[in-house]
């Protein structure tokens, strides 16, 4: 089972100021995807990214998929109550056959206005 | 548009009973799995379909089973509940295998066993 490490595992912080959360692993992995999730709801799909390098923009949100497709980062900028929540990392075998996506344990954000 | 939708959303069992967790989807997934999330161990995955008639085991299958009749759903199956499987369980869907191109989530059950 490859595994992802998220850090930190908590995270409390201001209205208005940026953060960055890391999701690393010693596989490589196909593609990578990071979720949000709130309290009593499933995750929310925020992004995917597949290349290695790969970076994507949602909004305030920056995602980067890291050049030997081991790692990943999400960087909050001018962070917003609404963004608290579980932000979890999410990784595709690149083994052949493989059908399953391993999850980080994840990242509890708190932004206080 | 339901997109996942997963019943009960609470529900409370004594050790030894069995019960089902269903779950339905109307986006044509050909993909569909269930997780369980713990405190501190975060998602694992308990089985997966790739499509209709075709099941198999994830991380943590044991004390569970499942079938896949129709593509629409995919209900879980409790044998004899345990204590440690007090968890809250999501089932979600897919287009593609592995989850490339995201999981939709259900909203979740959350099932304590006593």
């Known amino acids: 089972t490859q595994l992802l490490e998220q850090s930190p595992q908590f995270l ?44 994507k923009k949602l ?8 050049d ?15 963004d608290t929540g579980l932000y ?17 344990k994840g990242t509890k954000l708190s932004v206080i206005p | 548009n339901a997109g996942v939708t997963q019943t009960p959303k609470f529900q409370v ?5 069995s019960m089902t967790l269903q779950c339905a989807q109307d986006m ?12 501190g161990m975060g998602l694992r995955l308990i089985h997966y379909s790739v499509g209709a008639g075709i099941t198999d085991q994830g991380e943590v299958p044991n004390g569970y089973n499942v079938s896949r009749s129709t593509t629409e ?3 879980l199956r409790l044998l004899s509940a345990a204590p440690s499987q007090t968890s809250v369980y999501f089932c979600a869907s897919s287009y593609q295998a592995g ?5 939709t989530f259900g909203s979740g059950t959350r099932l304590t066993v006593v």
Request: proline share 5%; hydrophobic share 30%.
């Open chain 1, 12 to 55: 409390s912080i201001q209205e208005g100021e940026n953060l960055t959360v890391y999701c690393n692993s010693s596989s490589v992995f196909s593609s990578l995807q990071w979720y949000r999730q709130e309290p009593g709801e499933g995750p929310v799909l925020l992004v995917t990214v597949v290349t290695g390098g790969e970076v």
């Open chain 1, 59 to 66: 909004k305030r949100l920056t995602f980067q998929f890291g």
């Open chain 1, 68 to 82: 030997a497709r081991k790692d990943s980062s999400l960087h909050i900028t001018a962070a917003q109550p609404g």
């Open chain 1, 88 to 104: 979890l990392c999410a990784g595709e075998d690149s083994g052949a056959g493989s059908y399953q996506l391993t999850f980080g």
């Open chain 2, 13 to 17: 069992l004594k050790t030894g009973q």
């Open chain 2, 28 to 39: 044509n997934h050909e993909y569909m799995s269930w997780y369980r999330q713990d405190p």
């Open chain 2, 73 to 75: 759903d995919f209900p």
């Open chain 2, 99 to 103: 989850g490339r191109g995201g999981y």
